[in-house]
């Protein structure tokens, strides 16, 4: 069985959706060929209060992606050198994402979008076969008990909105578990 994710699934708080994303492929095609990976660490970022959140400094053209219809990417460039990708959730209007991580076999965004190929250019469109990057579901249900929360990584800034137990990890699929 194989589902792409439609706009619905992501129109959750991202703390719902990030959890419910491990198991699911991420699948990017270049031209004929297609790769698709599973899916098996992504972080939360939800709302105008949450300090972590690119969004807690108000709507800029940066963040206004966020402000958007869930099922769009985010993506943007950090340090210069990396570009993270976040699918956007919740209702239009409030600015809400999730970072997807990693991957099976590639730990870490920076290396998950250069091997995949992923940059700014898909930034505001919706994650879609017509676009080269969707999320599908494959049938595989990862349970609660093999799902592992833990505060975010890199932004100590944010304070108590750093310790929040928003970063999903699949058991037994990650090198870097505390």
Known sequence: MRRILKPNFFARTADVVAP???????????????????????EAYDGFLDRASHAAKGKTKRTEVMYGKAGHWYVYLIYGMYEMLNIVTGKEGYPSAVLIRGVEKIDGPGKLTRELGVTRNLNAKPASKGNGLWIEDRGIFVPKNNIIATPRIGVAYAGEWAKKPWRFIMKGKNKRVP
Not at 20 to 42: N, P
């Open 20 to 42: 419910e994303l491990l198991g699911k492929y991420l699948v990017r095609a270049h031209g004929d060929t297609e790769r698709a990976l599973m899916i098996t660490e992504a």
